[in-house]
């Protein structure tokens, strides 16, 4: 198939009016009737493509997957602790910014967020969440580095979902969230030695 | 009525059965009914102190609020910039610190975080938060300062509630918590003129 032929163009439209009607109603709210009566199509057509609002989320999402898990890849390639860290946080903070509809559903809705947890946790090398953690903190983080870690991508998360950050342009969220994230972490390329240091001193025996 | 009357330890009882059953089930799926199981009582003494699960859950976060409440208050009447974030950081350390299983339930389902906010809202004297990232960034803060404040609060509150440091005590947490958040807001007592540098340089036109 090539694009524009009507099943593609219905699948893109559909998971577009989908990702806009989840982020509106909740997954709760929204009903395949109601994607379908947004579309201009029938239940019978919706369900051509979708048995389930959870396949239709996993689609929606799908992309940002795909993206996340390169990343990791990508940055797990990297020869020092610094590059993988810097890889790793621009890939992350261009992800939010490309994908800012979905990250505020994320942020929001319990319901995909277990959706996108799954397809972290059953992700082909293994969990994202845990490979991201420890590109940014490495292998076995102090409690400190494990929390700065933790905020910082908790804290892009939802700064890049936040409705008070969506007036910016995609650059200009891009380049703050990527100069916050480098602060925020200690500026991966130039942080081994205070890292260390700092590991050493804010280890603290539980 | 002094402690130890039935109806203080009714309501006492009620409320701390509402938070976990909300917890463990989300405002949605957790009914009355339920929470008057878990009780052993009927469901007429549930509503003899509350109507519905709204009024419950307010209940459940008042003390917290008010808490909220005192901290925004004492802070703003420091006289220094750098004090007030200094008192308004350590007070909403404290607060995430002692209200976990709150902090965990306003970060997992919406039901609740809308009564939050609605609460935040209408607190006394103006929204609690847009109250609180001005004691942090300043009354018109840069996009950086902005992004950096929301980071650090979200990403504070989503930390004190997660899983993965559930079982550090305290004492730990709070230290824990309170050492990132000053380091990733730049140690408000000593900050005043770094944050003027770095608000000039990174105030970028829009």
């Known amino acids: ?23 509106e109603h909740g997954m709760e709210g929204a009903s395949l009737q109601m994607i379908a009566d947004h579309l201009g199509v029938t239940k019978a ?3 051509y493509h979708f048995k389930t609002k959870d396949e239709i989320a996993e689609a929606v999402a799908a992309p940002a997957i795909q993206q996340m898990i390169q990343i990791v890849h990508e940055a797990s390639l990297k020869r020092s602790r610094g590059a993988q860290r810097d890889h790793a946080l621009a890939g992350f903070v261009d992800l939010i910014v490309r994908h800012r509809m979905l990250v505020g559903l994320f942020n929001s809705d319990p319901w995909f967020k277990r959706i996108i947890d799954r397809a972290w946790q059953t992700s082909p090398r293994g969990d994202l969440r845990t490979r991201m953690k420890t590109l940014f903190a490495g292998p076995d983080p102090s409690i400190a580095d494990a929390i700065t870690v933790h905020i910082v991508l908790a804290g892009l998360g939802t700064a890049g979902g936040a409705p008070e950050f969506a007036d910016l342009d995609d650059d200009t969220l891009r380049q703050h969230l990527l100069d916050v994230g480098r602060r925020l972490l200690g500026r991966p390329r130039r942080s081994r030695q205070p890292l260390q240091k700092r590991r050493r001193k804010a280890a603290s025996p539980r």
Chains 1, 2 share one sequence.
């Open 45 to 47: 057509a919706v369900y």
């Open 1 to 23: 198939m090539t694009a524009g032929t009507p099943d593609i163009d219905t699948r893109t439209r559909l998971l577009d009016t989908a990702l806009k009607l989840f982020s």
